[in-house]
């Protein structure tokens, strides 16, 4: 089944802003305005961050936000923080039999 | 507060089948759906299906049909997911997640289970 395509790692320093990106098609991110972000640290269970593209729910911080621009989407971490060290993971409602599929997943490193 | 609490750890034969189970608490069952998602070791998530919690509609990846069901018991809030014909390439720790909706669409997953970890050797 199809993925959606994510950068394998991203970088940055504390107090910078790091940007992943999310790349779909015209069949999932493009067609509906359905993705949400997960942040997940090894050996826990995954954390939402961020959903219909770009609202965030309560209790996760301002720092981070969403957008989607055609069938790509991206999430940004602003003033990156040592607690943001983990892998984020994209998803997109694909209104198909298979109803989501996930991005590829990307580590943030915190330098 | 909402919750979903999945059963312990498993360790099955090649070819055999497991289930795994994910108690939800704290909300109404029957007005959100279950996913299931997977992690294989070094590997991302994986979609595997989802299932309503209303109905039982059920919706699976192409890469597991024919090999996975996934059932609800509502009088007990609890879903769950049996896998058959276990291969090594199974083993992973599979996680539970409710469907979380808006006032219009339901299009995210929120909380998640613990993660239960399905070990598959010989």
């Known amino acids: 089944q199809s993925v959606l395509t994510q950068p394998a790692s991203v970088s940055g320093s504390p107090g910078q802003s790091i940007t992943i990106s999310c790349n779909g098609t015209s069949s999932d991110v493009g067609a509906y305005d359905f993705v949400s972000w997960y942040q997940h640290h090894p050996g826990k269970a995954p954390k939402l961050m961020i959903f219909d593209v770009n609202n965030r729910p309560s209790g996760v911080s301002n720092r981070f936000s969403g957008s989607k621009s055609y069938n790509s989407a991206s999430l940004t971490i602003s003033g990156l923080q040592a607690e943001d060290e983990a892998d984020y993971y994209c998803?997109?409602?694909?209104?198909?039999?298979?109803?989501?599929?996930f991005g590829t997943g990307t580590k943030v490193t915190v330098l | 507060q909402v919750h979903l609490v999945q059963s312990g750890a498993e360790v099955k034969k090649p070819g055999a089948s497991v289930k795994v189970s994910c108690k939800a608490s704290g909300y109404s069952f029957t007005t959100h759906g279950i996913a299931w998602v997977r992690q294989a070791p070094g590997q991302g998530l994986e979609w595997m299906g989802w299932i309503s919690g209303y109905n039982s509609n059920r919706k699976y990846g192409k890469k597991f049909q024919g090999r996975v069901t996934m059932t609800t018991d509502t009088p007990t809030s609890t879903a769950y997911l049996e896998l058959r014909s276990l291969r090594s390439d199974d083993t992973a720790v599979y996680y539970c997640a409710r469907e979380d909706c808006s006032r219009t669409s339901c299009s995210w997953f929120d909380p998640w289970g613990q993660g239960t970890l399905v070990i598959v050797s010989s």
């Open positions: 998803t997109s409602y694909t209104g198909s039999d298979i109803l989501y599929v």
